[in-house]
């Protein structure tokens, strides 16, 4: 009897521990749609091909249309969840959630790409300010 007590509370644990887990996985999929990251997969990978079709001129139209039939941003989607669910709580998940459904939420996910794009673009210029620097500094002491 006890055994079998045991046994049933294992496993009502382990199906409250996945019924859990199900949950979160969920809210975090609604969240990275409302924070844009769905829609980002989807250009970042029909910029990627377009960089292939650059690459391959002579490769027929037809071919990229169907890797990008073949490609699924899910599949991101899914490699990412864990990452969300490995730093976030579901109370974390809750709270972005409520915050991607505001107003500064909304513009938030709005402008992230173009932040970030701009910011790149900031990033390399000042990094090739510091290796210039540095390419001069290392001149004058005789480096070079």
Same mark, same amino acid.
């Given at each position: 009897?006890?055994?079998?007590?045991?046994?049933?509370?294992?496993?009502?644990?382990?199906?409250?521990?996945?019924?859990?887990?199900?949950?979160?996985?969920?809210?975090?999929?609604?969240?990275?749609?409302?924070?844009?990251?769905?829609?980002?997969?989807?250009?970042?990978?029909?910029?990627?091909?377009?960089?292939?079709?650059?690459?391959?001129?002579?490769?027929?139209?037809?071919?990229?249309?169907?890797?990008?039939?073949?490609?699924?941003?899910?599949?991101?989607?899914?490699?990412?969840?864990?990452?969300?669910?490995?730093?976030?709580?579901?109370?974390?998940?809750? @709270?972005?959630?409520?915050?991607?459904?505001?107003?500064?939420?909304?513009?938030?996910?709005?402008?992230?790409?173009?932040?970030? @794009?701009?910011?790149?673009?900031?990033?390399?210029?000042?990094?090739?300010?510091?290796?210039?620097?540095?390419?001069?500094?290392?001149?004058?002491?005789?480096?070079?």
């Amino acid at each position: 009897m006890k055994k079998l007590l045991f046994t049933l509370l294992i496993c009502g644990s382990a199906y409250s521990i996945f019924a859990q887990s199900e949950t979160k996985t969920k809210k975090i999929r609604q969240m990275l749609e409302l924070n844009g990251s769905t829609n980002a997969s989807a250009q970042v990978m029909k910029t990627m091909l377009g960089s292939f079709e650059k690459m391959y001129p002579k490769v027929d139209k037809k071919i990229w249309e169907e890797f990008a039939k073949e490609i699924k941003t899910d599949d991101l989607i899914e490699l990412v969840i864990p990452v969300y669910d490995k730093y976030y709580t579901e109370e974390d998940v809750d @709270q972005l959630i409520v915050f991607y459904n505001s107003p500064i939420g909304k513009k938030v996910a709005e402008t992230l790409p173009a932040i970030s @794009q701009e910011s790149m673009v900031a990033g390399q210029a000042w990094g090739k300010q510091i290796a210039e620097k540095v390419v001069a500094k290392l001149k004058d002491k005789g480096y070079n």
